[in-house]
Protein backbone atom coordinates (compact mmCIF):
# COMPACT_ATOMS: atom_id res chain seq x y z
CA UNK A 1 0.00 0.00 0.00
CA UNK A 2 1.45 3.53 -1.26
CA UNK A 3 1.89 6.20 1.69
CA UNK A 4 -0.40 8.82 1.71
CA UNK A 5 1.51 12.33 1.06
CA UNK A 6 1.86 14.52 4.30
CA UNK A 7 -0.72 17.19 4.03
CA UNK A 8 0.56 20.76 4.09
CA UNK A 9 -1.60 22.64 6.29
CA UNK A 10 -1.64 26.43 7.11
CA UNK A 11 1.23 27.06 9.83
CA UNK A 12 2.41 29.53 12.26
CA UNK A 13 4.54 30.27 14.59
CA UNK A 14 2.91 32.91 16.28
CA UNK A 15 -0.62 31.92 16.79
CA UNK A 16 -1.54 32.03 19.97
CA UNK A 17 -5.27 30.50 20.84
CA UNK A 18 -5.75 33.27 23.88
CA UNK A 19 -4.37 36.28 21.82
CA UNK A 20 -7.27 34.79 19.34
CA UNK A 21 -9.59 34.65 21.63
CA UNK A 22 -8.81 37.69 23.07
CA UNK A 23 -9.06 39.22 19.48
CA UNK A 24 -12.67 38.20 18.88
CA UNK A 25 -14.03 38.48 21.98
CA UNK A 26 -14.75 34.69 22.75
CA UNK A 27 -15.55 34.44 26.35
CA UNK A 28 -16.68 31.20 27.54
CA UNK A 29 -15.15 27.51 27.22
CA UNK A 30 -14.00 26.14 23.97
CA UNK A 31 -15.58 22.45 22.85
CA UNK A 32 -15.01 20.60 20.21
CA UNK A 33 -18.53 20.94 19.10
CA UNK A 34 -20.58 22.55 16.46
CA UNK A 35 -22.47 24.66 19.15
CA UNK A 36 -18.90 26.22 19.83
CA UNK A 37 -17.58 26.08 16.60
CA UNK A 38 -20.48 28.08 15.20
CA UNK A 39 -19.74 30.83 18.03
CA UNK A 40 -16.36 31.32 17.57
CA UNK A 41 -17.19 31.66 13.74
CA UNK A 42 -19.86 34.11 14.54
CA UNK A 43 -17.15 36.48 17.11
CA UNK A 44 -15.00 36.59 14.49
CA UNK A 45 -16.74 37.60 11.58
CA UNK A 46 -18.54 40.44 14.12
CA UNK A 47 -14.53 41.37 15.08
CA UNK A 48 -12.39 41.03 12.07
CA UNK A 49 -13.91 42.82 8.91
CA UNK A 50 -13.50 41.48 5.44
CA UNK A 51 -11.62 44.18 3.40
CA UNK A 52 -9.28 44.77 0.69
CA UNK A 53 -7.54 47.97 1.37
CA UNK A 54 -3.82 46.05 1.34
CA UNK A 55 -4.97 44.75 -2.17
CA UNK A 56 -6.00 48.39 -3.29
CA UNK A 57 -3.06 50.42 -1.64
CA UNK A 58 -0.69 47.94 -4.26
CA UNK A 59 0.50 45.99 -1.86
CA UNK A 60 1.65 42.22 -1.62
CA UNK A 61 -0.65 40.16 0.50
CA UNK A 62 1.11 37.17 2.53
CA UNK A 63 -0.05 34.17 2.94
CA UNK A 64 2.27 32.80 5.60
CA UNK A 65 0.65 31.84 8.94
CA UNK A 66 2.62 34.54 10.66
CA UNK A 67 1.97 37.29 8.56
CA UNK A 68 -1.66 36.33 8.70
CA UNK A 69 -1.59 36.11 12.49
CA UNK A 70 0.62 39.75 12.95
CA UNK A 71 -1.95 41.85 10.90
CA UNK A 72 -5.25 40.13 11.87
CA UNK A 73 -4.32 39.76 15.63
CA UNK A 74 -1.25 42.02 16.41
CA UNK A 75 -2.00 44.99 13.91
CA UNK A 76 -5.80 44.06 14.66
CA UNK A 77 -6.32 44.51 11.02
CA UNK A 78 -8.69 42.62 8.53
CA UNK A 79 -8.30 40.41 5.46
CA UNK A 80 -9.91 38.87 2.49
CA UNK A 81 -11.00 35.05 2.25
CA UNK A 82 -7.13 33.71 2.41
CA UNK A 83 -6.23 36.05 5.44
CA UNK A 84 -9.97 35.30 7.13
CA UNK A 85 -10.13 31.66 6.85
CA UNK A 86 -6.27 30.60 7.14
CA UNK A 87 -6.81 32.64 10.63
CA UNK A 88 -9.68 30.14 11.43
CA UNK A 89 -8.12 27.00 10.09
CA UNK A 90 -5.24 27.80 12.72
CA UNK A 91 -7.80 28.16 15.14
CA UNK A 92 -9.15 24.78 14.27
CA UNK A 93 -5.73 23.06 13.89
CA UNK A 94 -4.92 24.50 17.17
CA UNK A 95 -8.26 22.65 18.33
CA UNK A 96 -7.31 19.47 16.64
CA UNK A 97 -10.51 20.00 14.75
CA UNK A 98 -10.35 18.13 11.55
CA UNK A 99 -10.52 20.22 8.08
CA UNK A 100 -9.60 20.82 4.70
CA UNK A 101 -9.75 23.35 2.30
CA UNK A 102 -11.96 23.55 -0.90
CA UNK A 103 -11.70 25.69 -3.28
CA UNK A 104 -14.61 27.70 -4.56
CA UNK A 105 -15.67 29.37 -8.09
CA UNK A 106 -17.50 32.35 -6.94
CA UNK A 107 -20.63 32.79 -9.08
CA UNK A 108 -22.25 36.70 -7.78
CA UNK A 109 -20.95 38.14 -11.05
CA UNK A 110 -22.14 37.93 -14.42
CA UNK A 111 -18.07 37.24 -16.15
CA UNK A 112 -16.97 33.63 -15.69
CA UNK A 113 -14.80 33.03 -12.46
CA UNK A 114 -11.92 30.73 -11.97
CA UNK A 115 -12.07 28.80 -8.69
CA UNK A 116 -10.18 31.74 -6.64
CA UNK A 117 -12.06 31.41 -3.58
CA UNK A 118 -11.01 29.55 -0.62
CA UNK A 119 -13.82 27.81 2.19
CA UNK A 120 -13.43 25.17 5.10
CA UNK A 121 -15.18 21.73 5.46
CA UNK A 122 -14.95 21.42 8.91
CA UNK A 123 -15.59 17.54 10.42
CA UNK A 124 -17.59 17.01 13.81
CA UNK A 125 -19.53 14.67 15.74
CA UNK A 126 -19.14 12.52 12.16
CA UNK A 127 -21.08 15.17 10.26
CA UNK A 128 -19.13 17.65 7.79
CA UNK A 129 -20.12 21.22 7.36
CA UNK A 130 -19.12 24.17 5.55
CA UNK A 131 -17.63 27.16 7.20
CA UNK A 132 -16.42 30.15 5.36
CA UNK A 133 -15.55 33.75 7.22
CA UNK A 134 -14.33 35.68 4.07
CA UNK A 135 -17.28 35.90 1.38
CA UNK A 136 -17.55 39.31 2.30
CA UNK A 137 -20.49 40.81 2.11
CA UNK A 138 -22.41 37.81 1.00
CA UNK A 139 -20.82 34.95 3.14
CA UNK A 140 -22.74 32.38 5.83
CA UNK A 141 -23.20 33.20 9.66
CA UNK A 142 -22.99 29.70 10.33
CA UNK A 143 -21.47 26.35 9.49
CA UNK A 144 -23.83 24.71 7.09
CA UNK A 145 -24.32 20.92 6.78
CA UNK A 146 -22.86 19.97 4.06
CA UNK A 147 -25.26 16.98 2.83
CA UNK A 148 -28.30 18.77 4.08
CA UNK A 149 -30.41 20.73 1.22
CA UNK A 150 -32.91 22.54 3.98
CA UNK A 151 -32.76 26.12 4.15
CA UNK A 152 -30.99 27.79 6.58
CA UNK A 153 -32.32 30.89 8.18
CA UNK A 154 -29.16 32.97 9.02
CA UNK A 155 -30.11 36.09 10.62
CA UNK A 156 -32.23 38.12 8.38
CA UNK A 157 -30.47 35.67 5.54
CA UNK A 158 -31.42 32.37 4.29
CA UNK A 159 -29.08 29.86 2.56
CA UNK A 160 -28.42 26.48 1.36
CA UNK A 161 -26.37 24.25 -0.44
CA UNK A 162 -27.80 21.93 -2.93
CA UNK A 163 -25.81 19.58 -5.42
CA UNK A 164 -25.50 20.30 -8.51
CA UNK A 165 -26.12 18.20 -11.95
CA UNK A 166 -22.67 18.06 -12.59
CA UNK A 167 -22.17 16.46 -9.03
CA UNK A 168 -20.34 20.18 -7.50
CA UNK A 169 -21.90 21.62 -4.32
CA UNK A 170 -23.44 25.00 -4.85
CA UNK A 171 -24.12 27.57 -2.16
CA UNK A 172 -27.24 29.62 -2.81
CA UNK A 173 -28.91 32.33 -0.81
CA UNK A 174 -32.75 33.30 -1.04
CA UNK A 175 -32.76 37.00 -2.29
CA UNK A 176 -35.95 38.65 -3.05
CA UNK A 177 -38.40 35.09 -3.02
CA UNK A 178 -35.39 33.78 -5.61
CA UNK A 179 -32.66 31.73 -5.04
CA UNK A 180 -29.12 33.02 -6.12
CA UNK A 181 -26.30 30.78 -6.87
CA UNK A 182 -23.28 32.57 -4.67
CA UNK A 183 -20.23 30.07 -5.29
CA UNK A 184 -19.81 26.23 -6.56
CA UNK A 185 -16.98 23.85 -5.35
CA UNK A 186 -15.93 20.49 -4.85
CA UNK A 187 -14.22 18.42 -2.58
CA UNK A 188 -11.11 17.62 -3.84
CA UNK A 189 -8.06 17.58 -2.17
CA UNK A 190 -6.54 21.34 -2.14
CA UNK A 191 -3.49 22.51 -0.35
CA UNK A 192 -2.62 25.87 1.52
CA UNK A 193 -0.14 26.49 -0.74
CA UNK A 194 -2.74 25.42 -3.89
CA UNK A 195 -4.13 29.02 -2.93
CA UNK A 196 -1.10 30.96 -3.82
CA UNK A 197 -2.10 31.58 -7.59
CA UNK A 198 -5.54 32.67 -6.57
CA UNK A 199 -4.28 35.43 -3.93
CA UNK A 200 -1.51 35.87 -6.43
CA UNK A 201 -4.62 36.62 -9.26
CA UNK A 202 -7.04 38.02 -6.46
CA UNK A 203 -4.51 40.97 -5.09
CA UNK A 204 -2.97 41.95 -8.62
CA UNK A 205 -4.66 41.24 -11.83
CA UNK A 206 -6.67 44.14 -13.05
CA UNK A 207 -9.69 42.01 -14.09
CA UNK A 208 -9.84 40.80 -10.31
CA UNK A 209 -12.85 42.18 -8.16
CA UNK A 210 -10.68 43.36 -5.64
CA UNK A 211 -8.01 45.12 -7.64
CA UNK A 212 -10.87 47.28 -9.03
CA UNK A 213 -13.25 48.06 -5.48
CA UNK A 214 -13.18 48.47 -2.25
CA UNK A 215 -14.56 46.57 0.02
CA UNK A 216 -15.30 46.16 3.71
CA UNK A 217 -17.43 44.65 5.12
CA UNK A 218 -18.17 43.58 9.17
CA UNK A 219 -20.81 41.67 10.52
CA UNK A 220 -23.00 42.31 13.98
CA UNK A 221 -25.71 40.49 16.06
CA UNK A 222 -28.28 42.80 14.07
CA UNK A 223 -26.71 42.49 10.47
CA UNK A 224 -23.99 44.04 8.75
CA UNK A 225 -21.95 47.19 7.89
CA UNK A 226 -20.81 47.35 4.01
CA UNK A 227 -18.49 49.89 2.21
CA UNK A 228 -18.47 49.34 -1.37
CA UNK A 229 -16.18 52.39 -3.28
CA UNK A 230 -17.81 55.81 -2.17
CA UNK A 231 -21.05 54.37 -0.15
CA UNK A 232 -21.41 52.94 3.04
CA UNK A 233 -24.42 51.09 3.76
CA UNK A 234 -25.69 49.25 7.43
CA UNK A 235 -28.43 46.87 7.22
CA UNK A 236 -30.27 46.06 10.59
CA UNK A 237 -32.86 42.95 10.46
CA UNK A 238 -32.75 43.20 6.75
CA UNK A 239 -33.43 46.83 5.99
CA UNK A 240 -30.83 48.98 4.98
CA UNK A 241 -29.69 52.63 5.13
CA UNK A 242 -26.90 53.80 2.59
CA UNK A 243 -25.12 56.76 2.08
CA UNK A 244 -22.28 58.24 -0.39
CA UNK A 245 -19.10 59.89 1.26
CA UNK A 246 -16.19 61.86 0.00
CA UNK A 247 -12.51 60.63 -0.14
CA UNK A 248 -11.21 62.10 2.89
CA UNK A 249 -14.01 61.07 4.56
CA UNK A 250 -12.70 57.68 4.12
CA UNK A 251 -10.72 57.20 7.36
CA UNK A 252 -13.30 58.38 9.85
CA UNK A 253 -15.27 55.51 8.19
CA UNK A 254 -13.40 53.10 8.52
CA UNK A 255 -12.24 53.81 12.37
CA UNK A 256 -15.76 54.57 13.62
CA UNK A 257 -17.83 51.86 11.77
CA UNK A 258 -15.36 49.04 11.13
CA UNK A 259 -12.53 49.64 13.60
CA UNK A 260 -9.81 49.99 11.45
Known amino acids: MKK????????????VLQDYLDRIHFVGDIKSNIKSISKLMQCQL????????????????SLAGDDIVDKLITRKRGGYCYELN?????MLQKMDIPYRFVAARPLVTPAENPKTHIAIIVTVE???????????GNGIREPLKLNDTTAAQQGAETFAIVKAENGNYLL???SHK??????SFDLSHQEWIDFKPANHYN??????????NLVV?????????????NTFKSIENGKAQSYTFEPDQLEGILATEFNL
Open 4 to 15: QAKSNPIVSDNF
Open 46 to 61: FSIPFEDLDVQAGKTI
Open 86 to 90: GLFAL
Open 126 to 136: DEEYLVDLGFG
Open 172 to 174: QTL
Open 178 to 183: EWKDLY
Open 203 to 212: STHPDSFFTQ
Open 217 to 229: VLQNPLGKKILFK
